[in-house]
Each structure stands twice: as C-alpha cells, then as structure tokens.
C-alpha cells in the first residue's frame, strides 16, 4: 500500500463507507463551489458526512467512513472484497481520532459512524473499532454519537466491549435468505450472525435492566441494534424481504432494518446481476416497514399487498394503497367512528393526521372539509372515508379506481 495522506485515506474510505445504508443521507443533487462561472458557496460532495437520526429523533451530522478498505472475505456484492481492483487505504486508530474530533470541534459533524473490512481476522478488526471509541470517549471526553458496525464472528466479549462506548451497534444479515447468503457471501454464515444479533440483545436488555435498578450501571448501546439487507442482489422477492425484517424485529428487538438497493460496483463478480434494481423498490419495503412498525400491519397484511405472481410490492402505488384495494370490502371507513387502528389503514392518512382527527372529533362530528385541514390531501381519502356530509357509494367499488389514484407518471429527461 503506498503512503497516502490522510486526505487521500478520507476520500477512499468516505467512498467505500457510502455502501452501507445504515446511517443514509436523503439524496441530493451533486453541487460544489467549484463548477460554474461564478464559484459559489459549500457543496454537496462533501466527502464522508451522511445523516442519521438519533434516538431522540434529531437528524444528526456523523462522520461516515470506514477504517480500512481492503478484507479478507470475498463478497460478491462487495466494492472492498478482496478480489477487487480498488485503491485501497487504511486509517489508523489515532488518526480516526484526530479527524473526528477537528471535524466536531468544527461543528461539522455530532458523531462517528465506523465500520471496516475485516483485516487478520474479525477478533483483530474489532478491537481496532473498539480502540477508535474508547479512545474517543475515555481520553478525549467524546460525548457525540458513536455507531459502530459489529464484526459477527468476532468474540462476544468484544461485541460486549463495543456496547459500552458505541450508542448505537449493528451487525449486517447482508441478504434476505440463508442461500443468497451462501452464494454470495460463501465465507459468511446466517446462523453465526443471528447468534451475534441475539447476543447484543441479551446484553442490551441486561444492561437496561441494571440501568434501572443502579445508577451508576454503564451505559450499552443505548440507541440498540440495527442491520442492513441488499436489495436485488440474489432473486428474493419482497415479500421474502418483508418476511424477514419482521422475524428480525421480533427476534433480535431491533430498532432498525435498513433496506439497501444492490448498486453494481465496478469490475463485478459474474454471479450480479448487471442491472440495479429501481430505487423505487427501496423505497416500498422502507414505507411498508414503517406500516409494520408503526401502523398496525402484520407481515401478512403487507404480503396481501404484493402482487401474487412476483411476490413483489407494486411500484406505481404505495404499499397501504395496494392493501385497502385489496380489502376494498372494509371501506369506506366513519371518520366520526372507526377506531384509530383502523383509520391508520386508510390510504393517505399519516399518524400525525390520525391523532388529530381523534383529537378534533371528541369536539365535533367532522366533515370532509373538516378532514381536508387536519389532513396533507383529501384526493386520495374520499374512495375510503364516510364523514358527516360525504359518503362515496360507488367510489370504492369503481374498476377504474386503482388508475385514478395512482399519481401522474412524469417524463424522465434523457440527459438528467
Ligand atoms: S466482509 Fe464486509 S467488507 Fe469484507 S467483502 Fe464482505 S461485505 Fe465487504
């Protein structure tokens, strides 16, 4: 490896770190100071800072990079496996250090997010991890966000370390099944990785329990565990996806799971596909995650909404719209009656907007215009909701439904 600057090392390693989903920033489109006639101010290629939202619901600024690039393992889908012809760089713990703390004394960043290619072996990359954190917290005081990626077969006295400096941990299942997983990733193992997801839980929930009793118990992981599943790597479908993040949900208390569209890297192993898959489908599984966590749907109601054939959740439609078309026998709902459950299952009405109509109609039998204000839209509502002056007899029932719901397709430029 020739020597490089710590400069070169961050813009190899903030690259290579931008494949991880699990802390990902909303795009944007590339702009900086340096193009165009005029200059300008700041830029959005700014290498290395992604947003997260921390426990408490902030969107925070994390430092996003890896310590090193080069691994042992092959991964097929992976920029960093090692028969890949990348650069590659590797910080050490000191300089990791160095570049978050100027970076937060700057006020660019309120945290680290690190992960690593696995280096000698997993127990090694993982003290190296440890080492940047205890650092950061026993020698320099560092109060902000630490997320550190957990390496599953590396000792679980270690994961235990990681706990107590890191606010958030996570360990990558990498794909929905258990055979994707050996075809593409052969020197992984579902089994050792779940072990080390259960682990973290046990020790998460030991260490919450000693929390409340003593109030001097450390701290561990205190914004818990996460994962991250490509995307159209293998051939799962959906409704495999879906399948899948509930039974980690349920087994592992996870606070998230990310969904990450497969990208093709450059020089890829014949076994990829050559094609990502549309963004769009990324964004279905994160809105019908989000209907799993917070608004009352099992997996099998999210199945329901997947096409039968393809076992994949429709594009043109968000995932609650497929749903209630399906049960149109259900709708439309009283918005003056039916139970809060049952309102967060009609298409276009959001949590905040349910908890204002619950709110406004102890007060008052609402119309529709009343709805209309608590509410974003009240185009895609009136098929599914009874008010006080508008009952839709045969709106729901219409064959053209699905079509006069279903937004405009806009014309993609050619050149954009
Ligand atoms: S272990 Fe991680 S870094 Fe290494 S090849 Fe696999 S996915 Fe990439």
Same mark, same amino acid.
């Given at each position: ?28 489109? %590339? ?27 902030? $969107?925070?600024?994390?430092?996003? @990079?890896?310590?090193? !690039?080069? $691994?042992?393992?092959? $991964?097929?889908? $992976? ?32 945290? #680290? ?51 107590? +400096? /890191? *606010? ?35 020790? @998460? ?8 009793? +003593? ?29 899948? /993040?509930?039974?980690? +949900? ?14 093709? @890297? ?7 596909? #050559? ?5 769009? %489908? ?6 019908? *995650? ?25 594009? *043109? ?8 078309? %399906? ?48 509410? !974003?839209?009240?185009?895609? #509502? ?35």
């Amino acid at each position: 490896m020739s020597i490089l600057s710590v400069a070169q090392k961050l813009e190899i390693l903030a690259d290579a770190a931008k494949y991880d989903a699990s802390c990902a920033s909303s795009g944007t489109k %590339r702009r900086d100071s340096l193009s165009g006639r005029k200059g300008g101010l700041g830029s959005t290629e700014g290498m290395g800072i992604c947003h997260a939202y921390a426990p408490d619901g902030r $969107c925070i600024s994390l430092l996003k @990079i890896l310590l090193t !690039n080069s $691994c042992i393992f092959d $991964c097929h889908y $992976c920029i960093n496996r090692q028969s890949s012809n990348v650069r590659r760089a590797r910080f050490t713990v000191q300089e990791i250090v160095a570049l978050t703390l100027n970076f937060y004394r700057r006020n660019y960043i309120e945290g #680290l997010f690190l992960s690593s290619g696995i280096i000698r072996s997993p127990d090694y990359t993982m003290e190296q991890l440890i080492e940047v954190a205890r650092t950061l917290r026993e020698e320099h005081d560092f109060r902000g966000y630490i997320h550190l990626k957990t390496i599953p077969d590396a000792d679980v006295e270690l994961a235990h370390q990681a706990g107590l +400096y /890191a *606010d958030r941990l996570s360990i990558n299942v990498e794909l929905p099944t258990e055979q994707g997983l050996e075809r593409l990733a052969p020197e992984k193992n579902g089994a050792r990785i779940e072990g080390a997801m259960k682990d973290l839980r046990m020790a @998460i929930e030991d260490m919450g329990d000693a929390r409340k009793r +003593y109030r001097h118990a450390p701290r561990f992981a205190p914004a818990g565990q996460s994962t991250q599943m490509i995307v159209g790597a293998d051939g799962s479908d959906d409704r495999t996806i879906l399948r899948r /993040a509930r039974s980690l +949900y349920d087994k592992h208390a996870l606070r998230r799971v990310y969904y990450s569209a497969f990208s093709p @890297i450059p020089s890829p192993s014949s076994v990829l596909p #050559l094609k990502r898959p549309p963004l769009l %489908r990324e964004h279905r599984l994160y809105q019908s *995650d989000w209907m799993m966590r917070f608004y009352g749907f099992s997996v099998r109601d999210l199945e329901q909404a997947t096409d039968p054939e393809t076992g994949h959740l429709p594009l *043109d439609i968000d995932p609650k719209l497929a749903w209630a078309l %399906r049960h149109r026998e259900i709708f439309p709902v009283d918005v003056n009656k039916v139970a809060r459950e049952m309102l967060l299952r009609v298409p276009g009405l959001g949590v905040r907007a349910v908890d204002r109509i619950v709110a406004s109609r102890r007060e008052r039998r609402l119309k529709l215009a009343d709805v209309a204000r608590l509410t !974003n839209s009240i185009a895609k #509502l009136r098929p599914f909701l009874i008010a006080s002056d508008w009952r839709p007899l045969h709106l729901i029932d219409s064959v053209d439904l699905q079509r006069r719901l279903t937004p405009a397709a806009t014309q993609l430029e050619l050149f954009a």
